[in-house]
C-alpha cells in the first residue's frame, strides 16, 4: 500500500469510526430503556466487552505465534491509555459528571481484581496455567455480578426519554452489533494504515509496536468515550472503561497463560504500578475536589493531568527502553 493510499484508508477509517460510535451509543442508550437496564451496565457489559474485542484478538493471535509478552503489553498498555488518554481527552472536551454510588462497586470489582493480577505477574514473574485459570475465574464472578446487578428495575431512565416501539427490539440488537463491528473493522485499518505510514517515514519498529498496537486497540474505547459524553451519556463513558479494563485485566491476560505460559520481565513492574496508580487515581477524582469544583465531577484540569502522566509514562519507558543496550 502507497503512502497516498495508507492516508486514504486512515482517514476514511476515522470517519467511519465516528459515526459507528455514534449509532453505537444511540442503540445502547434504547436498550438501556426497553430492558430497564442501568446505562452503567450497557457500557460495563456491552460497550466494555465489545471495545476490549481487538485487545482479546491480538492477544490471541500473539498466544499462538509465540508472543506472549505482545499481549501482556497489550492488556497493560490498553489499561494506561484508557484511564489516561480516552478519560483525559474525554474530560478536557467535556467534564464527566457521575453518581459515585453508581460506580463504587464496579471500581471495586476493577481495583480488586488489578491487585489480584499484579500478584499473579510479579510474585513469581510467571504467567501460567493456573494464573490464566484463575483470572477466569474472575472474569465469571464479574459477569455473574453484572447480570444479577441488570435485572434490577429500580434505575432512572431521565435522560433517557426515548419513543420506542418494544417490537423493534430485533432491529435494535442488529443495528447495535453492526455498529460494534464497524467500529472494530475501521481500529483494525487505523492499526494498519498507521503502520505503513510509520514504516514509510523509518520510524523505528519499538516505537511502532508500543505505541499504534496499544492505541489502535483504545481507539473504539477513545471513540465511544467522546461520543458518550457529547450525548451527556456519561454513566456509559465511565462504564466503558470500567468494563474494559476489567475485560482486559482478567480476560486478556488469561489467555497467554492458558495457551503459552511465559516468563514475565522485570521491566514490565513500571507498567503495572503505573496502571494500579491510575485505577486509584479514577476514583479519587470523582471522590474528591480537589482539582475540581464538585465531586462527582471528572474536570478538564483533571483530564489534563491524566494526559500530563500518561506523557510522563511514556517519555520515561521510552529513555528507559532505548538506553537498555540491544
Not at 484508508?9 to 442508550?29: E, P, Q, R, T, Y
Not at 450497557?42 to 500473539?62: D, H, K, N, Q, R
Request: with cysteine.
Amino acid at each position: 500500500m502507497t503512502l497516498l493510499q495508507s492516508i486514504i484508508v486512515l482517514v476514511a477509517s476515522f470517519v467511519g469510526i465516528i459515526l459507528s460510535a455514534n449509532k453505537l451509543i444511540d442503540n445502547g442508550s434504547k436498550i438501556a430503556t426497553i430492558y430497564k437496564v442501568s446505562p452503567l451496565i450497557i457500557g460495563i457489559l456491552i460497550l466494555g466487552f465489545g471495545t476490549s474485542a481487538p485487545e482479546i484478538f491480538v492477544s490471541v493471535l500473539a498466544a499462538f505465534d509465540d508472543a506472549p509478552e505482545l499481549a501482556i503489553g497489550n492488556a497493560l498498555g490498553s489499561n494506561i491509555l484508557n484511564i489516561a488518554l480516552v478519560l483525559g481527552i474525554t474530560a478536557m472536551i467535556l467534564p464527566i459528571t457521575v453518581n459515585l454510588k453508581a460506580i463504587k462497586k464496579e471500581w471495586v470489582f476493577l481495583i480488586a481484581f488489578t491487585i489480584i493480577t499484579g500478584g499473579l505477574l510479579l510474585w513469581d514473574k510467571h504467567l501460567g496455567v493456573m494464573d490464566g485459570s484463575i483470572l477466569i475465574v474472575l472474569l465469571g464472578i464479574f459477569l455473574r455480578y453484572t447480570f444479577k446487578e441488570s435485572k434490577k428495575v429500580d434505575h432512572k431512565f431521565d435522560n433517557l426519554s426515548l419513543n420506542l416501539d418494544i417490537s423493534q427490539r430485533g432491529k435494535i440488537w442488529r443495528n447495535l452489533i453492526a455498529s460494534l463491528i464497524l467500529l472494530l473493522v475501521c481500529a483494525q485499518f487505523i492499526v494498519f494504515s498507521g503502520k505503513n505510514i510509520a514504516i514509510y517515514f523509518q520510524v523505528p519498529e519499538l516505537i511502532i509496536g508500543l505505541t499504534l498496537i496499544a492505541l489502535g486497540t483504545s481507539i473504539p474505547e477513545l471513540a465511544v468515550a467522546i461520543t458518550s459524553a457529547i450525548k451527556k451519556q456519561h454513566e456509559m463513558v465511565v462504564g466503558n472503561i470500567i468494563g474494559s479494563n476489567i475485560f482486559n485485566t482478567v480476560a486478556v491476560l488469561a489467555i497467554p497463560g492458558l495457551i503459552s505460559p511465559v516468563r514475565v520481565q522485570e521491566e514490565i513492574t513500571t507498567d503495572y504500578i503505573t496502571m494500579l496508580g491510575l485505577t486509584i487515581l479514577l476514583y479519587l477524582f470523582f471522590l474528591t475536589n480537589f482539582f475540581s469544583d464538585k465531586k462527582d465531577t471528572m474536570s478538564r484540569l483533571e483530564g489534563f493531568v491524566l494526559i500530563m502522566i500518561l506523557s510522563i509514562y511514556i517519555y520515561f519507558r521510552f529513555v528507559v527502553t532505548i538506553a537498555q543496550p540491544v
